[in-house]
């Protein structure tokens, strides 16, 4: 079973519907341990970096997400559900996040923002999340992200600048673009993720 988690953001009726294409069971909840328990959890997130990290400590997701790290339960966060699990986010002054991995999100220095529309990806030769996808694009809405190369195997996009569009690191793994809007692409790669769970 795979769980959305629902903490106030996020396109929840359209991440259910794309996971329901690998066709296991997806349920939305804010539950603590039907969250902590599924074979997979899914962070979604849209809006800022501050008021999804309010959102998140309210049903206590972000201890969900640590103690299923220490479990190496899998667990896929998108958009702003990435940017909430690096240490810090600087949108609107400088605020704490899960801490996952030690890295700020910072504004991209483009002389565009927000970063809307699609973008292709270079994804490291190991990677299991873009494998069948490497060569097609996905699709971003945002105007932040983390420019240092961090987790074991980070996927890198231009816009601008170069900034992490993903990571694989162990459990968790995670996307600055939206999968469940990104066409067949996107479908793909989240099959992908759903494998391994």
Same mark, same amino acid.
């Given at each position: 079973?795979?769980?959305?988690? #629902?903490?106030? @953001? ?14 296991? #069971?997806?349920?939305?909840? &804010? ?26 400590? @309210?049903?206590?997701? #972000? ?7 220490? =479990? ?12 909430? =699990? *690096? ?25 565009? =923002? ?25 699709? *971003?809405?945002? &105007?932040?992200?983390?420019?240092? &190369? ?12 170069? *900034? ?12 600055? *673009? ?8 996107? =479908? ?6 759903? &494998?391994?769970?």
């Amino acid at each position: 079973m795979i769980a959305i988690l #629902d903490y106030g @953001s996020g396109n929840l009726r359209s991440a259910q519907r794309a996971f329901e294409t690998t066709g296991r #069971d997806v349920v939305i909840t &804010s539950d603590y341990q039907t969250a902590l328990n599924a074979d997979g959890l899914v962070v979604p997130g849209v809006g800022a970096f501050a008021s999804c990290m309010q959102g998140l400590r @309210s049903i206590r997701g #972000d201890e969900i997400v640590r103690e299923r790290m220490a =479990l190496k339960r899998p667990t896929l966060g998108i958009c702003v559900g990435m940017q909430i =699990l *690096f240490s810090r986010g600087t949108e609107h002054g400088e605020h704490s996040g899960v801490g996952i991995w030690d890295a700020r999100v910072e504004k991209i220095n483009a002389p565009i =923002l927000p970063h809307m529309g699609w973008n292709s990806v270079v994804a490291p030769p190991s990677s299991s999340l873009f494998k069948g996808v490497e060569d097609q694009s996905f699709y *971003f809405v945002h &105007s932040y992200a983390v420019k240092d &190369s961090v987790g074991a195997h980070p996927t890198f996009t231009e816009y601008g600048e170069k *900034f992490v569009s993903a990571i694989e690191d162990g459990a968790v793994w995670a996307t600055q *673009f939206h999968p469940e809007k990104s066409g067949e692409a996107g =479908l793909h790669l989240i099959k992908n993720w759903s &494998s391994t769970l």
